[in-house]
């Protein structure tokens, strides 16, 4: 309480997103880096990967999945007190492409930025907006994760071409009667950034002739990393919310790799009712964009989940995480007395 007055809650109000079009195959992949769909799919769980064209620009493919997240929460985009962008592939550097986002989207001058955090950047993203609700700064905040990651990967490598994929997820974070964002567990273990990491820096690049800067991964480092230390992140956000994976209707990860999922998965001992997202398999890892992607294929194939208890967690270069646990969005178009 300030001055008597009650601090209001935050919860996500809605969820839009944009896929491109343009499905990668295992066997299109497969045949440039002399390996068999079938192995590409057994040692990630992927089938196909959304790619963008030219014209799916970070801002655009932003835009759309936001135009969507605006229009199914039913507010007047004038309402939007702050947009976040999180991103890693948003090349132009400055500026942000959450700035060029509500610009184009024609927003009345709301506060803009970027973070990056990679995949674990829309968890970051979502408590900033809780933070900002809760806090006063803000009574709306459009978080938007979008990658374009196809810009960062080197076709030739195959420990990265064949998980990384593009596409866009928004939310609209609003006022709540109760919590519908639970606090957050979130940190970075410097000691092992090196596992996910560009190869070289774009000054390097440019004044020395350095290789291109590409993204590099030492896939089996990370898999071990994320085993070992994130289900104890995950446990601790459950009991910050004061819950336990039994109140749980659905468990949504970062979509790096089904098999790291499903370890995740015995790691946390998850009842047979709670749901898992499993978006992977024909999106393709999307970094910042890859939960609300995960979360909107899960609401579209079960709808009963609109409203429920789910589990977030995202990981990734830093190495960062964050693990939260949130009320998931409720049906598009469902009247405020049910939200």
């Not at 480092?221 to 992140?233: G, N, R, S, T």
Request: aromatic fraction near 6%.
């Amino acid at each position: 309480m300030i001055s008597g007055v009650p601090l209001p809650a935050a919860r996500i109000l809605s969820l839009g997103t944009f896929r491109p079009e343009r499905t990668v195959t295992n066997s299109v992949l497969g045949e440039s880096l002399n390996l068999s769909p079938e192995w590409i799919e057994t040692r990630t769980g992927i089938s196909g990967r959304r790619r963008a064209d030219d014209s799916e620009t970070v801002v655009d493919m932003g835009i759309r999945a936001a135009r969507q997240a605006i229009e199914h929460a039913g507010i007047d985009p004038a309402d939007i007190d702050c947009v976040i962008g999180a991103t890693i592939s948003f090349t132009d550097q400055t500026p942000s492409a959450a700035v060029r986002i509500a610009a184009e989207l024609d927003l009345s001058r709301p506060a803009a930025f970027d973070i990056s955090a990679a995949c674990a950047g829309f968890t970051y993203a979502l408590d900033l907006a809780r933070c900002m609700i809760v806090g006063g700064t803000a009574r709306h905040v459009l978080v938007v994760g979008v990658e374009r990651m196809s810009d960062l990967v080197d076709p030739t490598d195959p420990n990265t071409a064949i998980l990384f994929s593009d596409g866009a997820g928004a939310v609209v974070v609003g006022p709540a009667r109760t919590p519908g964002i639970g606090p957050i567990v979130w940190g970075a273990d410097g000691r092992k950034a090196d596992l996910v990491a560009q190869n070289s820096s774009w000054t390097d690049y440019r004044d020395r002739g350095g290789p291109q800067p590409y993204l590099r991964m030492s896939g089996q480092d990370l898999f071990m990393w994320v085993i070992e230390q994130i289900p104890a992140f995950a446990y601790r956000a459950l009991e910050l919310s004061g819950l336990t994976v039994a109140d749980l209707d659905a468990f949504i990860p970062h979509q790096a790799n089904a098999r790291m999922t499903e370890c995740l998965c015995r790691a946390l001992e998850l009842p047979d009712q709670v749901v898992v997202a499993d978006d992977i398999r024909h999106q393709g890892n999307a970094s910042g964009a890859s939960i609300p992607l995960a979360m909107a294929g899960l609401l579209e194939e079960h709808p009963r989940l609109h409203g429920g208890t789910a589990l977030l967690v995202g990981f990734g270069a830093g190495l960062a995480f964050g693990a939260q646990v949130v009320q998931l969005p409720p049906t598009p178009g469902a009247p405020l007395s049910e939200r």
